[in-house]
């Protein structure tokens, strides 16, 4: 008798741990607001669209840049969560993209090589939207700046070399960004999640230009200097 009620008593222990254990592990699988300081760390690719390059004051046609991809994309972020759903941070964010092709009007394309960097920080508004999921989806928007930095940039058309320092040229500028994304609270790690995102960066066509140097294809001599206005700078970024 004394062996059935400890067997019945083990059991009901057993089972009262179970529903102890699942019970812990669907709370963290919740997706529980993010309340008070965070930090985020996140790297991927990078899915850059065709920049256009436009000499100033235009004498020039309008070029294209055609960059490989994917490229590289990387971001660090601070922030706090109000307990809401809603939550505000400050992030770093850095891309990294080579250089591929330039083309020219009448389908004329041309080698090219270099790397393209961009660097810089938003402050951004986020949203954790309320879903009875293991997974908890957000969107965002921010706002900041951005620097656009061309690396050795070159071209194998004749007579003409992007820029002329042969080193780097940067252009600074406004810059925005949309944010759609999903987290995943990881078990057992109190406060750890798991997230997977996609990223819109654009920049309005900066005022600033990149120097480039126009030589003579029968001699190489240089034959004058010029700026590039650069246009079109759109990121896709995939990040976890």
């Known amino acids: 008798m004394s062996s059935a009620v400890s067997s019945s008593r083990s ?7 179970g529903g102890l254990i699942g019970a812990g592990l669907n709370a963290a699988m919740a997706g529980v607001p993010v309340t008070g300081p965070y930090v985020s760390l996140g790297a991927g690719v990078d899915l850059q669209q065709d920049e256009t390059l436009k000499p100033i004051p235009g004498l020039e046609p309008r070029r294209e840049v055609h ?28 891309f990294n993209d080579h250089v ?31 879903v009875a999921l293991p997974v908890t989806p957000y969107i ?12 050795n940039l070159n071209s194998s058309r004749p007579g003409f070399r992007f820029p002329y320092n ?26 750890l999640a798991l ?17 480039f140097e126009v030589f003579s294809a029968r001699t190489g001599e240089l034959k004058g200097e010029g700026r590039e206005q650069v246009g079109n700078v759109f990121h896709h970024s995939i990040l976890f």
């Open 11 to 17: 059991l009901s222990a057993l089972l009262l741990a």
């Open 100 to 130: 591929r092709k330039i083309s020219f009007p009448g389908d004329e394309i041309r080698r090219a090589g270099g790397y393209q960097q961009q660097y810089g920080g938003f402050a951004n508004v986020l949203y954790d939207i309320p």
């Open 140 to 151: 965002g928007v921010g706002i900041g700046g951005q620097t656009v930095e061309f690396d």
């Open 67 to 94: 960059l490989d991809l994917p490229g590289f994309a990387g971001d660090a972020s601070a922030g706090y969560g109000f307990g809401n759903g809603l939550r505000v941070e400050l992030e770093g964010n850095y």
């Open 195 to 211: 997230t997977a995102e996609y990223r819109f960066v654009g920049l309005p066509d900066p005022s600033d230009s990149i120097p």
């Open 166 to 191: 042969g080193g780097a040229s940067e252009i600074g500028s406004f810059a925005y960004q949309a944010i759609a994304g999903v987290s995943l609270p990881v078990p057992y790690v109190r406060g």
